[in-house]
Protein backbone atom coordinates (compact mmCIF):
# COMPACT_ATOMS: atom_id res chain seq x y z
CA UNK A 1 0.00 0.00 0.00
CA UNK A 2 1.23 3.53 -0.81
CA UNK A 3 0.03 6.97 -0.15
CA UNK A 4 -0.96 8.78 -3.00
CA UNK A 5 -0.38 12.47 -2.20
CA UNK A 6 -2.34 14.02 -5.04
CA UNK A 7 -5.93 14.98 -4.98
CA UNK A 8 -5.15 14.25 -8.88
CA UNK A 9 -7.98 11.50 -9.83
CA UNK A 10 -5.85 11.24 -13.05
CA UNK A 11 -3.10 9.39 -11.01
CA UNK A 12 -5.26 7.63 -8.64
CA UNK A 13 -6.87 6.23 -12.20
CA UNK A 14 -3.21 4.97 -13.32
CA UNK A 15 -2.72 3.59 -9.78
CA UNK A 16 -5.88 1.64 -10.26
CA UNK A 17 -5.25 0.26 -13.28
CA UNK A 18 -2.00 -0.75 -12.72
CA UNK A 19 -3.41 -2.91 -9.78
CA UNK A 20 -1.79 -0.71 -6.72
CA UNK A 21 -3.39 -0.63 -3.74
CA UNK A 22 -3.32 3.25 -2.06
CA UNK A 23 -4.63 5.62 0.28
CA UNK A 24 -5.58 8.67 -1.50
CA UNK A 25 -4.39 11.86 0.82
CA UNK A 26 -2.44 14.61 0.08
CA UNK A 27 -1.84 18.54 2.08
CA UNK A 28 -1.94 21.86 0.24
CA UNK A 29 1.15 23.60 -1.10
CA UNK A 30 1.44 26.59 -2.47
CA UNK A 31 2.67 26.43 -5.68
CA UNK A 32 2.14 30.41 -6.17
CA UNK A 33 5.39 31.04 -4.15
CA UNK A 34 7.43 29.20 -6.73
CA UNK A 35 9.77 31.35 -9.58
CA UNK A 36 11.58 29.01 -12.18
CA UNK A 37 12.33 29.98 -15.70
CA UNK A 38 12.10 26.15 -16.93
CA UNK A 39 9.14 23.41 -17.13
CA UNK A 40 11.88 21.31 -15.48
CA UNK A 41 12.71 23.69 -12.66
CA UNK A 42 9.14 24.34 -11.56
CA UNK A 43 8.32 20.55 -11.47
CA UNK A 44 11.10 19.73 -9.27
CA UNK A 45 10.64 22.80 -6.96
CA UNK A 46 6.88 21.93 -6.76
CA UNK A 47 7.46 18.08 -6.42
CA UNK A 48 10.11 18.52 -3.43
CA UNK A 49 7.71 21.11 -1.53
CA UNK A 50 5.03 18.62 -2.06
CA UNK A 51 7.03 16.22 -0.70
CA UNK A 52 7.71 17.91 2.31
CA UNK A 53 4.56 19.38 2.85
CA UNK A 54 3.33 15.60 2.94
CA UNK A 55 6.09 14.39 5.07
CA UNK A 56 5.85 16.92 7.83
CA UNK A 57 1.48 15.86 8.10
CA UNK A 58 1.87 12.32 7.33
CA UNK A 59 5.62 10.74 7.99
CA UNK A 60 5.91 7.72 6.08
CA UNK A 61 7.00 5.30 8.48
CA UNK A 62 3.94 3.37 7.47
CA UNK A 63 3.74 3.27 3.77
CA UNK A 64 5.64 4.92 1.05
CA UNK A 65 4.76 8.30 0.12
CA UNK A 66 3.59 8.97 -4.12
CA UNK A 67 4.50 12.69 -4.71
CA UNK A 68 4.48 14.09 -8.64
CA UNK A 69 3.66 17.40 -10.24
CA UNK A 70 3.16 18.04 -13.96
CA UNK A 71 3.57 21.34 -16.34
CA UNK A 72 2.87 21.40 -20.30
CA UNK A 73 4.69 23.34 -22.19
CA UNK A 74 4.34 24.98 -25.56
CA UNK A 75 5.93 27.75 -28.02
CA UNK A 76 8.08 28.52 -25.26
CA UNK A 77 5.74 29.05 -22.59
CA UNK A 78 5.33 26.65 -19.53
CA UNK A 79 2.16 26.14 -17.63
CA UNK A 80 1.21 24.72 -14.49
CA UNK A 81 -2.11 25.18 -12.62
CA UNK A 82 -1.73 28.56 -13.07
CA UNK A 83 -0.53 30.93 -16.51
CA UNK A 84 3.23 31.95 -15.59
Same mark, same amino acid.
Given at each position: MIRLAS??? /?????????GIAFMQESVDFDEEKIIASAPKNFV???TLGKYEANIKAFGCDDMPLL??? /??? /???????????L
Open positions: SSQ /TRSMLLQNAYQAVAD /TVV /TSQGKFYAKRV
